[in-house]
T-cell receptor, first 114, second 117 residues
Framework: AQKVTQAQTEISVVEKEDVTLDCVYE???????LFWYKQPPSGELVFLIR????DEQNEISGRYSWNFQKSTSSFNFTITASQVVDSAVYFC???????????WGAGTKLIIKP | EAGVTQFPSHSVIEKGQTVTLRCDPI?????LYWYRRVMGKEIKFLLH????????ESGMPNNRFLAERTGGTYSTLKVQPAELEDSGVYFC???????????????FGPGTRLTVL
């Protein structure tokens, strides 16, 4: 069965610290897709990244980076030099090639203190 | 380009009443999805339309929920009669259709917060 686990319920750091949000997934499919979404206090779900199972290359976008490791079934998200505006709930999600549904983790609430 | 829009943003109703949520997808997106997050739980899939057809409604909790997408444009999700456990945030998303399952990125609306008293 498919499952996404975000074990960190809440993380609180001081501005400018680096922070890593963990995501572990389970799937039987060999082709699947992993996503991160951000939910700021305003409530909308903002797409951040999609990763295909056949591409394990890490990705960097500004202060954001993602580490995809199939060997540990993890897709972790790191924010470098965090800012107050990064405060939000971050969701990791999984979809499979055979299925349009997104399977969601419980989310990690990130609090960046000034 | 306009994003996914949802109306209303917030709805408060009494148990037993009917509520209809509306979603307007991104123009040109054939796929439309409904999800919901009830208090303290994960976001859960409800159903998926391809144009006007229901492709997958395996997540619909019971027959009090009815979703439609007439003409393949906007969609409505009706809850009749509403129960206390229906309270939560209802998200709508849309995506283009590559014809390959989960490969399409889903873009979400701001959600409708439903409170049933």
């Amino acid at each position: 069965a498919q499952k996404v686990t975000q074990a960190q319920t809440e993380i609180s750091v001081v501005e400018k610290e680096d922070v890593t949000l963990d995501c572990v997934y389970e799937t039987r499919d060999t082709t699947y897709y992993l996503f991160w979404y951000k939910q700021p206090p305003s409530g909308e779900l903002v797409f951040l990244i999609r990763r295909n199972s056949f591409d394990e290359q890490n990705e960097i976008s500004g202060r954001y980076s993602w580490n995809f490791q199939k060997s540990t079934s993890s897709f972790n998200f790191t924010i470098t030099a965090s800012q107050v505006v990064d405060s939000a709930v971050y969701f990791c999600a999984l979809s499979e090639d055979s299925n349009y549904q997104l399977i969601w983790g419980a989310g990690t609430k990130l609090i960046i203190k000034p | 380009e306009a994003g996914v829009t949802q109306f209303p943003s917030h709805s408060v109703i009494e148990k037993g009443q009917t509520v209809t949520l509306r979603c307007d997808p991104i123009s040109g997106h054939d796929n439309l999805y409904w999800y919901r997050r009830v208090m303290g739980k994960e976001i859960k899939f409800l159903l998926h339309f391809v144009k006007e057809s229901k492709q997958d409604e395996s997540g619909m909790p019971n027959n009090r929920f009815l979703a439609e997408r007439t003409g393949g444009t906007y969609s409505t999700l009706k809850v009749q009669p509403a129960e206390l456990e229906d309270s939560g945030v209802y998200f709508c998303a849309s995506s283009q259709d590559s014809g390959r399952g989960g490969t399409d990125t889903q873009y979400f609306g701001p959600g409708t917060r439903l409170t049933v008293l």
